[in-house]
């Protein structure tokens, strides 16, 4: 038997014989989380953005398992309904009688090869690589058990060894069990090596071993923690390992939990992005809920939320209080203070906002300016053409070197259908125009300012709605009545 938490060589997992290699994942998720609150399940609760169990496959995916199996409960159905798109094996478990019991559930549809590693929906910060390790040592025909020493283990399942020697790792006896918080003595209590819950264990361990279980402890449950002092009576190699932070194992139960556990999120990614030479004015108001990449000389202001898939070119600078969602923003480009730019592209050296919002299927050319209450959507925008006032550009499509006055609209919807609006290049659109799609400005045109463009723009010429101006010498002012 074996006890240390020395790191352990990966490569010993690649050293193993292929047949012997197969790696099931048991996702614990049952648990109603009654402490959120909350009509939603508790896994389903995003963090950056995903739901927490998204974490936890996205860790167990990245050692390729040959199954996840997910034992889910009481409400369940909305978390099977949210990954229906994925290969997972759905286990219900009901009723939720404890840690092992959940385990015994998915047991007859494991492998008898390989091993099985036991991870937890509402533990979303689990890093693979501690995964691996655990992943390694159970290879080696080993119950390889995560635990750590923490500062506060109250509430916490607490590891006996056979020997304590708090504070002298080097001089740690031998694991013996796990005892539950609700089951230890005052003197175990004291205990601060604390039994995270993750472990792999070879397979055909954990089915002589999990029927044996009993319920004869102070919750009345079959506890998975007991399967530890089952390998020790056997005389089966235990090994314990711990994880670098102690984010990784840490549980949510609250609201409260789920937010401390967003910020370090963040602040990973934070340090990240900065890392590679990202200037983030200020890192701890800073959110990314997807995939950011950036090239070289990249800032970002405070309190802007990056969603989906979103890339910034070399020297683009982002505003304060702008989201960013599924967009490329072109080298040099500047997106200025609460926008909202979601589904777009954009070229080099633009210039969007303040209060821009720009909206899905939208492109912008190169040198594009998008001014203050501008929205453009589903739109094409050609080289050096500007919008920088007050309009609505929807299903259009815009050539090069085009001004868009103050107060323009697109009108694309007749109330049944939606229609396009064609400017082509060089046009100049005086303020507060109606263009009523589908209609062609041709090149080189001229709106006159308070025009209802309801047929084709001749091209090169001037457009205008004749209007009379007049004076009424006879009219007075009103005048407020006492
Ligand atoms: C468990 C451990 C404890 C450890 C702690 C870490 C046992 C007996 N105890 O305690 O040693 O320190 O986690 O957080 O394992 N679950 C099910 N079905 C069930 C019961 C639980 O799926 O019938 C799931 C829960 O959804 C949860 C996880 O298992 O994700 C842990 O359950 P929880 O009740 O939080 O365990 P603890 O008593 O806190
Ligand atoms: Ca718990």
């Keep these: 038997m074996t006890s240390a938490t020395q790191p352990i060589d990966l490569n010993m997992a690649s050293a193993q014989t292929p047949d012997n290699k197969t790696l099931s994942v048991v996702v ?6 009654k402490r959120m609150k909350s009509a939603l399940p508790k896994v389903l609760h995003p963090l950056a953005g995903k739901p927490m169990l998204a974490h936890v496959f996205a860790a167990a995916a990245q050692l390729f398992p040959d199954k996840i199996y997910v034992v889910y409960g009481h409400g369940g159905e909305a978390v099977r309904a949210a990954f229906m798109d994925q290969p997972l094996v759905w286990i219900k478990q009901d009723p939720q009688l404890g840690t092992g019991h959940a385990v015994l559930q998915a047991l007859p549809q494991l492998p008898s090869t390989g091993i099985t590693l036991v991870l937890y929906g509402d533990v979303p910060l689990i890093r693979a690589s501690t995964l691996a390790k655990l992943a390694a040592v159970a290879h080696q025909h080993t119950l390889a058990w995560l635990t750590m020493t923490v500062a506060n283990p109250d509430g916490l399942g607490r590891i006996l060894r056979n020997h304590q020697r708090r ?43 999990l029927p044996q279980l009993g319920n004869r402890n102070a919750q009345g449950e079959y506890y998975l923690t007991d399967i530890l002092a089952l390998a020790v009576a056997e005389g089966c190699a235990v090994q314990t390992l711990s994880p670098d932070t102690e984010f990784e194992i840490a549980g949510v139960n609250t609201k409260e939990q789920l937010a401390q556990l967003e910020r370090i999120f963040q602040h ?17 108001r800073f ?16 309190n802007c939320i990056f969603e989906g898939r979103v890339h910034l070119d070399a020297r683009t600078k982002i505003g304060a209080n702008c989201i960013l969602r599924n967009c490329k923003i072109g080298e040099g480009t500047e997106i200025l203070p609460f926008s909202f730019i979601d589904g777009a592209e954009i070229g080099q ?28 959507k589903a739109s094409i925008v050609g080289s050096g053409s500007k919008a920088n006032h007050l309009s609505y550009v929807g299903d259009a499509t815009v050539g090069e070197n085009v001004n868009i006055g103050a107060g323009t609209i697109t009108c694309n919807y007749d109330g ?56 009424r010498p006879d009219w007075t002012r009103p005048i407020k009545k006492p």
């Design 28 to 33: 614990l998720a049952a648990g109603q989380g």
């Design 167 to 209: 504070g002298d790792d080097e001089g740690k006896g031998q694991v013996i069990g796990i005892i539950e918080d609700k089951d230890a003595t005052d003197a175990e209590r004291t205990i601060h090596e604390i039994n995270t819950g993750f472990l792999a264990c070879p397979t055909v361990l954990l089915k002589k071993w």
């Design 268 to 284: 990973e990614k934070a340090e990240r992005l900065m890392s590679a030479g990202v200037m983030l004015i200020d890192p701890a």
């Design 287 to 302: 959110d990314v809920r997807g995939e950011l990449t950036t090239a070289e000389d990249v800032t970002i202001d405070v």
């Design 349 to 376: 050296h633009a210039r969007i906002g303040p209060y821009a919002r720009i909206r899905p299927d939208t492109t912008l050319a190169d040198g594009v300016h998008i001014g203050n209450f501008v929205e453009v």
């Design 416 to 471: 049944a259908n939606k229609h396009r609006t064609v400017i082509q290049d060089n046009v100049h659109i005086g303020s507060d125009v109606q263009l009523v799609a589908p209609i062609v400005v041709g090149k080189g045109a001229t709106i006159a300012a308070g025009t209802t463009v309801w047929k084709d723009a001749a091209a090169g010429e001037l457009t205008l709605n004749p209007k009379i101006q007049a004076t």
